[in-house]
């Protein structure tokens, strides 16, 4: 277990690796997962950024690998109120609406690596004030802490979450993972437990309506990923765990889980008709959180109190053609 330095595009690379997987973390443009590699497969578990996409990368990095959202989703006209605070995001969608949050490229700080026979891990920092681009659109102060630990077949991934500032602060997380269908999607399933799902109007923001599963049941007991064309927002609910299962047909297979306290929806996008991709995208709350009617405990809108940490956890498996269930 060991971790090693690359470059990607002249930038800096962090590289965990154990004798199954090989993680590619970029700190220094939005500390980005950008690939994973199943080195026992052979094949890239993820969207992986080819060095000649750096202009489309700067563009939208949520495109690639496993980037991180702060928040999910959009904001309608990327503007609320919180604890007598205004945020006032920028309008980077059709309809003057915000999408997926103020993180974008920013350069984190490696501030601890550990290698033991166990596994490794790197810590990496961000002080949004460092940001003006984000203290502008997001008043209030926060620390950034991730930790990203690799034992085996094992990724886990947690953010602490520290608010800095006076008031108390609203705060949502999600990831855009792009996980790779190899051009097959028919010899993929995705199991995925849900409750029902989240009418959205024609802006693409929830209107709080919660309609049955329907067709999406078929996902609590697997649902097979060829011809699916999905942007859909799907509520956990009482459900568990919470977690995905993507299982190949010769029984290979990842299983992607989230700390149940925190995370209440997960988003399905296939980026047009389901070939390439599959983005699995687990959210703490509902998009436009901030402006929703509904309570807090349904939105899964975080408040941050002042020097409060909240801490998040997320873990990937890739499972052995033997032990998928």
Known sequence: MKVTKGTWNKYETYILKSKQLEVTLLPKLGNNVIGIRDLQE??????RPEESEL???LQKPYHFG??????????????????????????????????????R???????DIDENDAGCQIVTELLTSDDPNWIRQY????????????????????????????HSAPFGFGLHTWFLLDGEPERWTLKIPVSDQLLQDEEQIPTGEVVPLEEWEE??????????????????????????ELK????????????PDYFKYWVLYTKGESDQFLCIEPYTSLP???????????????ELHPGEPVELSLQLDVVEKSTML
Do not use: C
């Open 42 to 47: 052979n094949r890239e578990v993820l969207r």
């Open 55 to 57: 202009d489309f990368y």
């Open 66 to 103: 496993m980037p991180m959202l702060m928040p999910p989703g959009r904001i309608r006209r990327g503007h609320f109120e919180y604890d007598g605070v205004e945020y006032q995001f920028d309008q980077n969608t059709a309809n003057d609406n915000h999408i997926h949050g103020l993180h």
């Open 105 to 111: 490229t920013q350069a984190w700080r490696v501030s």
């Open 139 to 166: 008043p209030t102060p926060l620390k950034l802490e991730m930790t990203l630990q690799l034992q085996g077949t094992s990724l886990m991934q947690r953010l602490k979450i520290t608010n800095l500032g006076e």
């Open 219 to 244: 996902l609590n007991t697997g649902m097979n990923m060829a011809n699916r064309n999905w942007d859909n927002l799907l509520r956990i609910g009482d459900k568990r765990p919470v977690s995905a």
């Open 248 to 259: 190949r047909d010769d029984g290979y297979g990842l299983r992607y889980s989230a700390d």
């Open 288 to 302: 436009d959180a901030p402006n929703s009617s509904h309570p807090q405990q349904f939105t899964g809108l975080i």
